[in-house]
């Protein structure tokens, strides 16, 4: 697993260039979702399950990449799941409990807009979670995440990294947009000041978490463009790669489109 610094932040595209892979990769992730959910065919074998989880700086476009990634695909045929701090009743629960019901069942998909991870991102910074139970998670992620591929879950994990630079320019953009400002708040402001602690808890997320069968996936963030196309092409791999794992078979990607 490589580290934050090792990433190239420089590589960009041209919206001609991005927008031609989107349309190339989105028919191919819509033949594959049809696949995975029985759809093309009557009487076809559903697919394994698909987890996505998208986590980042905040700014870090994971909106966006999500848009696009959902774009070309029927949206009775995904499930997004969207977390933010955890409710009164929530608490009382082990932390892992709310996110069990989102899982998708075989031929489903979901996209977890932030997971389980807040437990050794923001709670452990911002000391929602003692030390004690930071630190046992972990183990518990792993675990959690293992029962579920061995039922034959496939994961696509994605980190959107950016610069503190590219941070600040994307608040201050926000910040000035009456409506985009909303998207603003002071705990943001506040995160800011505390990146080298975050910057050490992801980190240790991304050592202590990466495994086989539900690996990270680092995307380069500072070009919109780039992340977008990235995140749609490494969900697409991962598919491939989980349905050849699991000896599910799929077909070859359709001819591009052609005008009339």
């Given at each position: 697993m490589a580290r934050l610094d090792d990433l190239d932040l420089s590589q960009k595209l041209k919206r001609r260039d991005q927008d031609e892979r989107l349309a190339r990769s989105g028919r191919r992730l819509a033949q594959l979702r049809l696949v995975l959910g029985?759809?093309?065919?009557?009487?076809?074998?559903?697919?394994?399950?698909?987890?996505?989880?998208?986590?980042?700086?905040?700014?870090?476009?994971?909106?966006?990449?999500?848009?696009?990634?959902?774009?070309?695909?029927?949206?009775?045929?995904?499930?997004?799941?969207?977390?933010?701090?955890?409710?009164?009743?929530?608490?009382?629960h082990h932390y892992l409990q709310r996110f069990w019901i989102p899982q998708p069942g075989w031929g489903g998909m979901t996209v977890f807009d932030r997971s389980w991870y807040g437990r050794v991102l923001v709670e452990r910074v911002a000391g929602f979670a003692t030390e004690e139970q930071w630190k046992r998670a972990y183990d518990e992620i792993v675990e959690f995440e293992?029962?579920?591929?061995?039922?034959?879950?496939?994961?696509?994990?994605?980190?959107?990294?950016?610069?503190?630079?590219?941070?600040?320019?994307?608040?201050?953009?926000?910040?000035?947009?009456?409506?985009?400002?909303?998207?603003i708040?002071?705990?943001?402001?506040?995160?800011?000041?505390?990146?080298?602690?975050?910057?050490?808890?992801?980190?240790?997320?991304?050592?202590?978490?990466?495994?086989?069968?539900?690996?990270?996936?680092?995307?380069?963030?500072?070009?919109?463009?780039?992340?977008r196309v990235k995140v749609m092409e490494s969900v697409i791999e991962q598919i491939e790669r989980g349905c050849a794992a699991r000896g599910f078979e799929l077909p070859q990607p359709l001819e591009p489109e052609t005008s009339v």
């Open positions: 029985g759809k093309l065919h009557d009487g076809d074998p559903l697919g394994p399950p698909l987890v996505v989880v998208m986590e980042g700086w905040d700014a870090s476009g994971k909106g966006g990449a999500i848009k696009r990634l959902l774009a070309p695909l029927d949206s009775r045929h995904v499930r997004v799941a969207s977390f933010s701090a955890p409710t009164p009743d929530e608490k009382r293992g029962t579920l591929a061995a039922e034959g879950t496939i994961f696509a994990k994605l980190w959107l990294h950016i610069s503190e630079e590219e941070q600040l320019r994307r608040f201050e953009r926000r910040q000035a947009d009456p409506l985009k400002a909303w998207k708040t002071d705990e943001d402001w506040r995160n800011r000041e505390k990146r080298p602690q975050y910057v050490e808890a992801v980190e240790e997320m991304l050592a202590r978490t990466d495994v086989h069968t539900a690996p990270w996936i680092l995307v380069e963030g500072e070009s919109k463009r780039f992340a």
